[in-house]
């Protein structure tokens, strides 16, 4: 909870998009959601795995577009916007007992991601 509380305020400093706990909501400290412009993505993937930096993408691409959805579909919702979102989603390490120092490496990689797209 502590990395994850960390990320949203510190990587929300810098300027990315973190995922709030929902209202009424307990932290789970199982997943970070960073969201940025899609055309970024190969910027913010090339400065992550130059600081060594592992991340994760949790959500490919909408429900809509993966092989199981087929034919099971009613009815498909908000266009290209779901999409246009998960391409935009990258997920830093969180896990239990991050250290203060591991939490630092990966906002001052984060923080080298924004210079780079200034």
């Known amino acids: 909870r502590h990395a994850a509380t960390s990320y949203r305020e510190r990587l929300g400093a810098l300027g990315f998009t973190v995922a709030p706990v929902p209202e009424g909501w307990r932290e789970n400290g199982y997943l970070s959601v960073v969201l ?14 130059e600081h060594q930096i592992g991340f994760g993408r949790v ?10 959805a ?10 290209e916007h779901a999409d246009r979102l998960c391409q935009g989603v990258i997920n830093p390490p969180l896990f239990a007992h991050m250290t203060d120092d591991e939490i630092d490496r990966v906002v001052d990689a984060f923080a080298r991601v924004a210079e780079r797209l200034r």
């Not at 940025?36 to 795995?49: G, I, Q, S």
């Not at 959500?59 to 199981?68: F, H, L, R, V, W």
């Open 70 to 79: 087929g034919d099971t579909l009613i009815d498909r919702l908000g266009g």
């Open 36 to 49: 940025f412009d899609p055309a970024d993505r190969p910027t913010v993937e090339t400065v992550l795995k």
């Open 59 to 68: 959500y490919p691409g909408a429900m809509s577009k993966q092989p199981g």
